[in-house]
């Protein structure tokens, strides 16, 4: 198979290595990829927002397979789009369409659909300007911590967490009627605050069958023990000790089966993965969000314990033959740890070589924002590489990762040293 991948981040680069390897892929394309996918197959100079010249490029290069990784094309149809263009067995696609999308693209639409399909999740309700007041009157009706959750796509950043009802009702009057989100926030879902461990599970579907991908922990924040501001991910772990046996048992029953049948209920046709964001609240699963694409940086951490051939996976997704697909995990520990730009998620600067990857030879690198100029490698973004190591020993898959953190060197590097030392 010629195989595309859309996307420039790590994830990009984490699946582009793995799909390399099989023997299914002839050519592989990523766009528009980074300094790391280069190396997997050819990068091309693409904007997968623009949907004909994506077109145009698949028939060009007799692409057999496209993989749609970010949210953003998903959420505007490019499905939809391509599915009206080519034929099934001229094109298969990985990334569900615009209908299966909006499970991320509009938090009323999800709740709406875990509440009509006994899904376990928070109690909310969703408010608009003319409906400010009534807003005003829920979060009176609620207990602190606050959670408001702008609808619409905003880049990972529409969700407020507050202490005091004052600082909640600002925050929605910000959002509602300040638009502080432009019109990702024209409405926006206010929801009870769930206490408990997070856990991100990925579901790969061909819209009957699924395999679940080895579980992950994201670390959100900037700061070491969970501290200061939410970034893209930070790192990650995989396996979570907590999220097995009895945990994944109510997982599939609760969440998965009901979120696949739920979908074939509303004629959604899906084929795609789904990242699930589970809180593990004193032993049970509640979705805190669905993203319909893997997750970064749990990729990194994820697809390096998979032994199974990827592009086979890919395929079974796409063309509807998941049930005959075998998928083979590797029961290591990998850790993942994200190398960012100096000042992060805030303004940083770019364009700074980075040094001493040779040194980093017992780990897997994954470059996320980083690219090649004159010859050498550079800073070109906020998360700049992630470093995965696997080993049976959590502890010792820590620190081959820190030591390998440590000897990659640019100038404003920050990374947390404390990424799994909570899962010991
Ligand atoms: P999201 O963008 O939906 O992933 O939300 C960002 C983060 O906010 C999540 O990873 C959680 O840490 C937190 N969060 C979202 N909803 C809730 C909730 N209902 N209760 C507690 N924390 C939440
Ligand atoms: N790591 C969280 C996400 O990809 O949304």
Redesign the pocket.
Known sequence: MNILILGSGGREHALAWKTEQSPLCKKLYIAPGNAGTQHCGTNVDLNMNDFGAVESFIRQHKINLVVVCPEEPLVDGIRDYLEARFTDDQLLIVGPDQAGAKLEGS?EFAKEFMASNDIP??A?KSFTAATFEEGVDFLESLKP?Y?L?ADGL?A????V?VNSLDGAIETLKDMLLNKAFGAASQKVVV??????I?VSVFVATDGSNWVLLPEAK?Y?RIGEGDTGP?TGGMGAVSPVAFAQGEFMEKVKARIVQPTIDGLKKAGIDYKGFLFL?L?NVNGDP?V??Y?VRMGDPETEAVLPRINSDFADLLQSMANGTLDQYTLEICPDFAVTIMLVSGGYPGSYEKGHVISGLDKAEKSHIFYAGASEKDGKTVTSGGRVIAVTSLHPSLEKARGLSLKSAEAIEFTGKFLRKDIGKDLL
């Open positions: 938090k999740t928070a909310y911590p959670v959750k905003a990972g950043k529409g969700v967490i929801e009870e605050f769930l206490s408990g997070e994201d959100k939410n964001g809180m509640y805190i969000e993203n």
